[in-house]
Structure formats: C-alpha cells, structure tokens
C-alpha cells in the first residue's frame, strides 16, 4: 500500500495514479499539516501577530529623534522687521529626558530684546522630577505594544487550537463513516453469496422456500442500512472537505476513492493514555486562553503606573547651554551654568488630584476584575480537562469491552453458520447472530473513533493541539 501525503494533494490538486492493488491513503497527521500552513482562518490569524508588530513599531516611533527646521521674515513699509531661521533636533530617551540642540540666525530692527542676534547656537535637556519620570505616554505605549505582541500570538495559537479541532472531529467522523459502510458492504457481499446457497440448497430440496425468503430479507435490511451510512459518508467526506486548502485561498474535496491510513483494530491497538496531573499542569501554564488574561493583566499594570503619575506634581527642568555662531562642538563644551546659558523649572500642582484618584482607582479596579475572570476561566478549563480525561477513561475501557464482546459475538456467528450449513441450525438464528455481531461492529467502530477524538479533544482543552 502506498501512501498519499495529503499536503502534495492539495498543493497539487490531485491524487497520483497507483497500481490496481494500491490504496490512495489520508492520515490525521497530514490534515493537521495542511490546517495549519493552507487553511484561511490559520493565515488570517498570522496576520494578527503582524498587526501587532506593526503596532510595536508605531510605538518606537515615540522615541524617534526629531529634526525640524523653521524661518519666519517680516518685511513692511521698507521696515526689515525681523528675519529668523533656525535648525533644531530634539532626541527622547527612555527616562522622560529630552535631549535638544539647534542653531538659529536672527536679525532685524524690532526683534525681541531677550532674543540673541546674529548666529546662534544651543545645546540642552529637559527632565521631568516627578511626574513622567519613571512612566510617561510613550514608554506606556511601547510597553503595552510588546505585551500585545505576544498576546496577539496567544490570539493565534487560540484561533489555530480551536481550528485544528474542528479538523479533529471532521476527520474522525469521516473514519467513522468510512469504516461504517465498508462493514455493512462486506455484510452485504456476505449475504449475497448466503442467498445463492439458500436457492442452491432449495432447487435441490435441503432448504425450505420461506428460507430464501428470510436470506433475501436479511439482505434487504442491510442494504437499507448501507443506504444511510453511505450518505453519512459522503456528507462527512464533505465536512472533512471544508478544512482542505490549497494556495490562492482555493477550497478542495476529498476524493471518494481516498480512505483512512490505519485500520480500525490498528486505531485500537495505538490507545496511549496521558497522565492527567500533566495535562493540568500543561493546561494552567500554557493555555493560549489563560496567556491572554495574563497579558491584559500586564497592560493594565503598565496603564496602572501611568495612571499613577496623575497623582504626583508636574516638576520639570530644563537647561540650554548657548553659543556664539554655529560652533555647536564648542557650545556643548562650555562649563555647566557658566556665562552662557538658559535654566528655568517649571511646576505644576493639581491641589485636589480629582483626575488622578479617579484614573488610579478605575487602573486598580480593572486589574482586580481581570484576576477574577482569569482565575475563573482557570477553573473553567481545569475542570474542562478532567471532564475530558474522565471521558478518554470511559472510552478506553469501553472499547477494550467491545473488542472482547465482538470477538464472542463473532464465535458465536461463525459457530452457528456452521451448524446451518451442517442442517442443525436455521437461518433466522444465524440471522440473528449475524445482526447482533454487526451491531457491536458498530459500536466497536464508534467508540475507537470516539476514543481517538476524545483523546484529541483533551489536547484541545490543555491548549496544546496546535503543536501536534
């Protein structure tokens, strides 16, 4: 049997040509392969963590050294005014200083008399003593900027996560399906050939006719069942389709001769159970839904701090050491407040701080009512994991059940065929067994897949599927 990875189908649009004896196969771990890299809702969430790099570089642009220019004349009734020109760069760092220098040009006989004339040129900073000293707007923003980066990352391992379960389900309903119908078709070919015995044991007088009769409706029943399981298959070979993808955002179907990669006796067989205290731990750790309250909690941290600064006076300092022409070198070189320079403070005291309570109040409000909804959702999806591992238990030991139940009820069909084709049985008994033992077929079928898809569901309640 060779094997078809699905990814080279829907890259390619199309399945290879085998021998007559081969089988075109689709396995869980090619479709996960395809979600994640083709599937639209998967690159629609990467564009979500773009969006919110792109946002961290709008933030750095706070800190963006600024270079301006500007140059106003006044001229009237032959009076030259006033001409000036000047050149400035103004530099933020981290900690709320500024850092500014420029040269300037000034003449004219109405000038400003505390103005310079001639040329000129500055070196200064200005630096705030309490207020937006250890926070301000921008590096608010910037922080804020980079914790979004990585929630928005959590956003798309939720997005991812939650996709790749709806793939889950979708494929293990299909192998449901599948094995489903292929069952009661081998039942069918089964009973085809039973009733062309029953005629041949009639026309030769071993049988009676009622027993044709009760082969053929034997047959039909089946074929009634085959009816609805094959358009169960069909449809969910549809819903499967849905998660196939190719470039360009193209949609693709799965093909009807396409079948699962394992067996169901393989898929029983392959039953690895997790231990539960991992999967919590897993889960309270790395949960993309809990990581997403964790990083609101760290904006409204850093929102809290700015709001803080609300609370204390507006102090700020600022000192220009000055120079003759447009030595700028020889400007910054000159002593501190010796000769040439500007120094001034300048503060600012809100006498009833009404604002700055209000905002620091709603900051610490905010961060409250998000640690309840995290420890809430914590609790939602703890419990979430250990109902689902209670489930995966249930179907691991229903499933060893059934395999023994089937095995008997299978003894018993072959046992009592025997003895109909040996004269001491009639074909309703072996009828009879004959349904019992497509039933727990059936069960048998429903609930590997069951386990398969409980077991990938758990990964989904831990957060953790994404990285299969």
Request: proline share 3%; hydrophobic share 40%; charged share 25%.
């Given at each position: ?179 489903e119908y292929k069952t009661i078709t081998e039942v069918i070919e089964l009973n085809k050939k039973r009733i062309d015995l ?91 839904e809990l990581n997403i309250y964790r990083n609101k909690l760290m904006v409204l941290q850093v929102e809290k701090k700015l ?107 072959q046992a009592e065929e025997t003895k109909f084709f040996a004269g001491e049985s009639s074909l309703f008994l072996l009828n ?37």
């Amino acid at each position: 049997m060779k094997r078809i990875s699905v990814i080279t189908y829907c890259l390619l649009f199309s399945i290879n040509s085998f021998a007559n004896d081969s089988v075109k196969v689709f396995s869980f771990r090619d479709l996960l392969s395809v979600v994640k890299t083709q599937h639209p809702v998967a690159r629609q969430a990467g564009i979500k963590v773009d969006l919110a790099k792109a946002n961290l570089v709008e933030a750095r642009g706070g800190f963006d050294p600024v270079m301006g220019f500007d140059a106003y004349n006044k001229t009237f009734d032959g009076i030259d005014y006033y001409r000036f020109n000047g050149t400035q760069l103004s530099i933020p760092t981290w900690y709320g200083i500024e850092i500014q220098a420029g040269i300037e040009y000034l003449a004219g006989s109405a000038t400003d008399p505390q103005e310079t004339t001639g040329q000129t040129s500055y070196a200064g900073i200005s630096i705030p003593l309490a207020k937006n000293l250890l926070m301000d707007k921008r590096r608010a923003a910037l922080k804020q900027a980079k914790i979004m980066v990585n929630a928005s990352e959590q956003e798309r391992l939720m997005m991812l996560n939650s996709l790749m379960m709806e793939a889950a389900s979708a494929y293990w309903e299909w192998v449901k399906c599948y094995f489903e119908y292929k069952t009661i078709t081998e039942v069918i070919e089964l009973n085809k050939k039973r009733i062309d015995l029953v005629k041949t044991s009639f026309l030769i007088g071993e049988r009676a006719a009622i027993d044709t009769t009760e082969a053929i409706t034997q047959l039909q029943q089946f074929e009634y069942l085959s009816n609805e399981a094959l358009v169960s298959l069909q449809n969910a070979r549809l819903n499967l389709g849905t998660f196939l993808w190719k470039e360009n955002n193209i949609p693709v179907l799965l093909p009807d001769d396409v079948v699962p990669d394992k067996k169901i006796e393989q898929l029983a067989e392959e039953i690895v159970f997790p231990d539960l205290q991992s999967l919590l731990s897993a889960a309270k750790q790395n949960h993309p839904e809990l990581n997403i309250y964790r990083n609101k909690l760290m904006v409204l941290q850093v929102e809290k701090k700015l709001k803080f600064q609300e609370l204390l006076p507006k102090v700020d300092l600022k000192y220009n050491q000055l120079g003759k022409g447009y030595q700028l070198a020889s400007t910054i070189n000159q002593s501190v407040f010796d000769n040439n320079y500007t120094a001034g403070i300048s503060v600012q005291v809100p006498l009833r701080l009404s604002k700055g309570r209000g905002e620091y109040r709603e900051a610490k409000l905010k961060i409250n009512e998000t640690g309840y909804e995290l420890a809430t959702k914590e609790n939602q999806v703890l419990n979430k994991v250990k109902s689902y591992y209670n489930q995966l238990v249930n179907y691991k030991n229903q499933a060893n059940l059934l395999q023994k139940t089937y095995a008997n009820y299978l003894k018993l069909q072959q046992a009592e065929e025997t003895k109909f084709f040996a004269g001491e049985s009639s074909l309703f008994l072996l009828n009879s067994r004959e349904t019992k033992s497509l039933e727990m077929r059936i069960k048998l079928i429903e609930t590997v897949t069951g386990f398969n898809k409980s077991a990938y569901t758990l990964q989904w309640a831990t957060g953790e599927l994404h990285k299969l």
